[in-house]
């Protein structure tokens, strides 16, 4: 069954609260399913895009990161600039760029596009 194919629409009326509803940009397919005491909601990444393993959340909103290149992995080895860093955190800054935390200094960095 094609996702694209079999949108609906409905957030917010009547069909919403018993049904499963569909909607879609170029970048996510996202999908809210009633469930026993809330939803789930499903967001499937297009086009290339794939989703970030860190998340931004608090009570109330959830930030996904969606990009072409999810950068270094945690342990992975990397040059920034002209030092060799060794990644031991992630984080996405307010401007949407990657961070990576220096596991021998500490410091955090931005990592440009590879």
Known sequence: MSRDKDAKVGFGDEYSRTHATH???AHVHVE???VP???DVT???RRGHIIAPEMDADSSSVTIHLRKDAGPRIGESIMVGRR???VAER???GKGTLQIRDSIT???MEVTQR
Do not use: C, F
């Open 23 to 25: 909607t879609m940009n």
């Open 32 to 34: 809210t399913r009633p």
């Open 84 to 86: 060799l860093v060794e």
């Open 43 to 45: 967001i499937t990444a």
């Open 91 to 93: 984080r996405w800054s």
């Open 37 to 39: 005491g809330g939803a």
């Open 106 to 108: 500490g410091a955090w």
